[in-house]
């Protein structure tokens, strides 16, 4: 029984997701406000990822409404009015609670003026679960509303427009996300790591860089179709896996943690399906069978895309019987008149010449191509995206981007990050904003307003507002006679406000800056790239990759496999190594579904070691949060052991130093939910500032038999072998 929800301070409900079990419960409490039958979608990390889109349909056309929004206000109304009223008399409220003999745990956190509450009544989360979906779903609405977040009022209308089919838009984008979120976290090890996971190759990797580079980004960038966007960014993934990254020379460089965002808003959008179903039989073009509307068909924004996928295989291959030789693969290319690049795509191969070609081999490739067109997904609806961006022209937390989800295959899509011709105004308007924070934290410390108008810092906001008001032109009239009133309070020399007087100008002032920022970048139609820019990026690519696509799908399933490390580590099960500093990570495939496997199989024992794994990295999380940095504990037959440690950039380990503690109710450790390691890095390096430190982490999973001693060794020795392919240059 699981439910999420954000309120405002005021008790109003802004969004909100619950699961089947959670809605019955409240329609027992509340029968006569909700109507009967139907059923919820499916708890967060539960069920399958097709049932997710027919429950979700059961639960839109039942458990929706105004009915049911009153029984939630209903239920956890006094909640929210005790938290306000203790942040109010208190300054500090609660943060975690159980209830009903401590079978429904209740996690809370105020960001700004909302509080966001997640409940879990099952037993199957823990309260640090519970806070990182809190603190996931903040990023998620700061990556979908920008800095409109700084605003109460303004987020307010953002998360709950009046109109309600706006407003359904709204919270199935997020409940979506949520849900993806979940179901990643409990499957797939590069989010459970909060990393990004690469996909190794580095031949093929520096392929698709180099045709990122010069057949997609310089080519749109170059075409006057684009406008006044222009591709930042270009990246190739194979479901969750990071294949290639390529960003143009004038762009700021994507932090690992929005990348992250950005590959959970791609699964979102193409939810990866079974390895059969993608490398089964091509159906015909008109035996295709017809898919239902997805999420991402609602998202409000301009242009469309169909939505199904489907694909063609010229052989039926067992997904575990390519999984040893899967580093070798080199396919051969296709045959040179369907090349559209300047040279080979496999290094040192020779071109074929036509007569060398068998002729029904190059009419099959000429009636694939041809079918790759209706069957495969168009470009999906561009979705604008708030990043954190640093540029020559300043620096910008949540800076706007549109992000362009080009399927080739299911599986394998290529995404494109622009940016408009905007840019420098909404960094203006974080600068803005920044600056008018910092007066507002002082002026709550109690200063009179004579030393308020002293500050060093103030005549350089006043010459910035100005000249951005001047620059408006009278556009916004509110912002001007906001900026002038607060002129007249705190510069006037004959009567000059009072503190609150003034603390309540600077409100005024941040809200309408914040409503200009909401005014361009949300309200307004967002920019896209020309339907036939997208079409051709799209095109190329599958041409490019059309011979590795099979290699590609099942490289994704196993990308490292465990035998080429077991001669040299005896007794090693299982690892996972990080490098926070890039937030990238490796490890061996443990994948346990039905039809797909890891070297573990498909029975209990995978699902036992999977478990394990998923347990050390919560614990890992708990003992570093306590400032410890090494574990290592016998767990029935297992040995598990957990590493971070810090080196140079030439690979030399640095020495140890403790860490802070953290209290029970910070910010999870991780990168989704406040980016700790980024944090971490800046506090180890104020004693390095000479040279550049990193950070890394080792988990590792050994038999019970291995001693200690050895386990430390290996991990050293694991350590220093995975150390060199980390240094592929992807991002």
Known sequence: MRCVLIASSAAELLFYWADAAFLRRLRSSHAGQVGRGGAGRRGCGKGTRGARSRVGADRESVAQGPALED???????????????????????????????????????????????????????????????????????????????????????????????????????????????????????????????????????????????????????????????????????????????????????????????????????????????????????????????????????????????????????????????????????????????????????????????????????????????????????????????????????????????????????????????????????????????????????????????????????????????????????????????FKNKIFSRSEPGSSLELLQSVANVKRQLCSVYRQLFLTSAGHSLSQGLRDRAQKLMREKLLDWRDFLLVKSRRNITMVSYLEDFPGLVHFIYVDRTAGQMMAPSLSVTEKSSSELGKGPLAAFIKKKVWSLITLARRYLQKGYTTLMLQDGDYCCSYFLWFENEMGYKLEVMEIPVLSDDSAPIGMLAGDYYRKLLRYYSKNHQAEVVKCYELLTLHLGIIPSELVVQQAYDLARRLWEPSRIPLL
Not at 310 to 318: G, N, R, T, V
Not at 394 to 419: E, F, N, Q
Not at 432 to 457: I, M, N, Q
Request: a negative charge.
């Open 71 to 485: 029984s939630l206000n209903t239920l956890f109304a006094p909640l929210i009015i005790s938290c306000a009223a203790l942040l109010e008399k208190l300054s500090d409220t609660y943060t975690c609670f159980a209830t009903e003999g401590g079978r429904h745990l209740h996690v809370l956190h105020m960001f700004g003026d909302c509080l966001y509450i997640a409940v879990n009544g099952d037993g199957t989360q823990s309260e640090d679960d519970l806070r990182r979906t809190l603190f996931v779903l903040r990023r998620l609405v700061e990556a979908h509303c920008g800095l409109v977040t700084l605003d109460s009022h303004l987020i307010r209308k953002e998360l709950r427009p009046a109109d309600s089919e706006q407003r359904e838009r709204v919270w199935s984008l997020l409940r979506g996300l949520l849900e993806t979120y979940s179901h990643l976290r409990e499957e797939d090890q590069s989010f459970a790591v909060e990393a990004v996971e690469r996909l190794i190759h580095p031949q093929l990797c520096e392929q698709c860089i180099e045709f990122l580079e010069r057949q997609v980004v310089q080519h749109i960038n170059a075409s006057a179709e684009r406008g006044a966007d222009e591709v930042g960014h270009a990246f190739l993934l194979v479901h969750t896996k990071l294949l290639a990254f390529y960003s143009s020379r004038n762009a700021s460089s994507i932090r690992p943690a929005d990348l992250l965002i950005l590959i959970l808003l791609v699964q979102d959008l193409y939810p990866s399906q079974s390895a059969e179903e993608e490398l089964g039989p091509q159906p015909t073009a008109g035996n295709v069978l017809p898919q239902g509307p997805k999420r991402s068909e609602s998202i409000p924004v301009s242009g469309c895309g169909s939505h199904g996928a489907a694909e063609k295989d010229s052989d039926d291959q067992d997904t575990d019987d390519l999984s040893a030789p899967e580093v070798y693969y080199t396919p051969e290319p296709s045959p040179g008149g369907h090349s559209t690049g300047s040279e080979s795509w496999s290094e040192g191969a020779e071109m074929l010449s036509i007569g060398e070609v068998d002729a029904a081999d190059v009419q099959m490739a000429e009636d694939l191509l041809q079918t790759l067109g209706p069957l495969v997904p168009e470009a999906s609806n561009p979705r604008r995206i708030f990043l954190d961006a640093s540029l020559r022209e300043g620096y910008c937390p949540l800076l706007p981007h549109t992000m362009h989800c080009l399927p080739l295959w299911p599986g394998i899509s290529l995404v494109l990050l622009t940016k408009g011709p905007m840019t420098q105004v909404a960094i203006t308007l974080y600068q803005l904003l920044d600056g008018f924070l910092v007066l507002e934290k002082k002026l709550e410390e109690g200063p009179e307003v004579g030393v308020a108008r002293s500050y060093p810092f103030l005549a350089e906001l006043r010459q910035r507002m100005d000249k951005f008001v001047k620059k408006l032109s009278g556009q916004d009239i509110q912002l001007q006679n906001t900026w002038l009133d």
